[in-house]
């Protein structure tokens, strides 16, 4: 009877195989499970700042080229500049025009292309200062530099108003200028929707014009020819 007892209690002190993995596993999970907590990135969803503008809502809002700087356009016309971490404002310039409908900061200097009816600005938010506009005799809707700030396509069309016969508005023409005049790099293409907004591809070679009634077109700068 002793030895049936000294059995079993050694049978309670030496693990099983079984248990052996079992504990193995425990300790691998663990492991795993605090490694991946360590190098999860965390959320980053909360609030940095918030900044109050003057004049109301704000219509636009972009980084500048080197991301330290967020460009606001305020729906009365007025562009200020804030300091991206902080929300401190770094500056402020009014571009004379109610009607403005876009911003883009310029990719590799402190410049933005202001988009507004029937004219187009480039400002220097650095000096606030307004080196070059143009006229247009359509209305501009939407406006994006080339990701090497050499070209500028600009979208928009005619609205039914006293300058124009047109019976319906159309936002379908897009354009695309050299950034440093603002003279056409291509002619205008003209599409047979409202175009609402306006990209460049990297190296400038295609456009990309979105619309609520058509999707997307891509065309060719050079040609205008549509590829998408």
């Not at 030496?14 to 691998?28: D, M, N, S």
């Not at 025009?97 to 292309?113: E, G, I, Q």
């Not at 600005?121 to 143009?134: G, T, Y």
Request: aromatic share 8%; proline share 4%.
């Amino acid at each position: 009877m002793n030895e049936v007892a000294v059995s079993e209690q050694g049978r309670r002190r030496l693990p099983t195989r079984g248990r052996v993995w079992l504990w193995a596993f425990v300790v691998l999970a663990s492991f795993l499970a605090w490694t991946a907590w360590r190098i999860w990135p965390r959320s980053t969803s909360t609030l940095a700042w918030t900044a109050e503008l003057g004049g109301g809502g704000v219509r636009r809002v972009d980084y500048t080229w080197d991301g330290k700087g967020l460009v606001a356009l305020n729906i009365i016309g007025q562009v200020s500049v804030h300091d991206a971490a902080t929300g401190r404002k770094i500056g402020q310039f009014d571009t004379g025009m109610t009607s403005c409908r876009d911003v883009a900061p310029h990719p590799v200097a402190p410049l933005c292309a202001v988009a507004t009816d029937r004219e187009v600005q480039i400002w220097n938010f650095a000096d606030k200062e307004l080196p070059r506009r143009r006229k247009l005799d359509w209305n501009v809707r939407a406006i994006a530099y080339s990701d090497d700030g050499l070209r500028l396509a600009v979208a928009g069309g005619s609205r039914d108003d006293a300058r124009t016969d047109e019976p319906e508005p159309t936002f379908g023409r897009v354009v695309v200028f050299n950034a440093d005049d603002l003279k056409d790099d291509v002619a205008p293409v003209e599409l047979s929707i409202e175009v609402e907004e306006v990209a460049l591809s990297a190296n400038g070679r295609y456009v990309a014009a979105a619309s609520l009634q058509g999707g997307v077109k891509v065309f060719e700068t050079e040609t205008g020819r549509l590829v998408a």
